[in-house]
């Protein structure tokens, strides 16, 4: 979530990720970015996040939906809200909730 692009340009010329064979792994969540000072772009990231699909393939993305840190209220809770501030406008990206 945290990439820009010299990064990005990076990872693309080091990996095999157009190989039949990637070797690329990636986490993240762009809610949490939080790098604008170092010019990061999480439009990079979900770019990936909208593409890549849930069906075995090279460019597939494994959407996690429990988390060990957090109780279920707390997850809720900062879910709804940034599901009511969050927007284009003042995020300069959508946000995407897991319900």
Avoid: C, W
């Avoid at 979530?1 to 990076?10: F, G, R, W, Y």
């Avoid at 993240?28 to 990079?44: C, N, T």
């Amino acid at each position: 979530q945290d990439s820009n692009n010299v990064q990005e340009t990076i990872i693309e010329l080091v990996s095999r990720r157009k190989d039949e064979f990637p070797n690329v792994f990636m986490v993240g969540d762009v809610k949490q970015s939080i790098y604008r000072f170092r010019q990061a772009k999480p439009e990079l990231f979900m770019e990936k996040y909208i593409n890549y699909t849930l069906e075995e393939s090279n460019n597939r993305k494994i959407q996690l939906y429990k988390n060990f840190r957090s109780r279920k209220e707390v997850i809720d809770g900062v879910n709804y809200i940034f599901k009511e501030i969050m927007s284009e406008t003042v995020g300069e990206l959508e946000h995407y909730l897991n319900p």
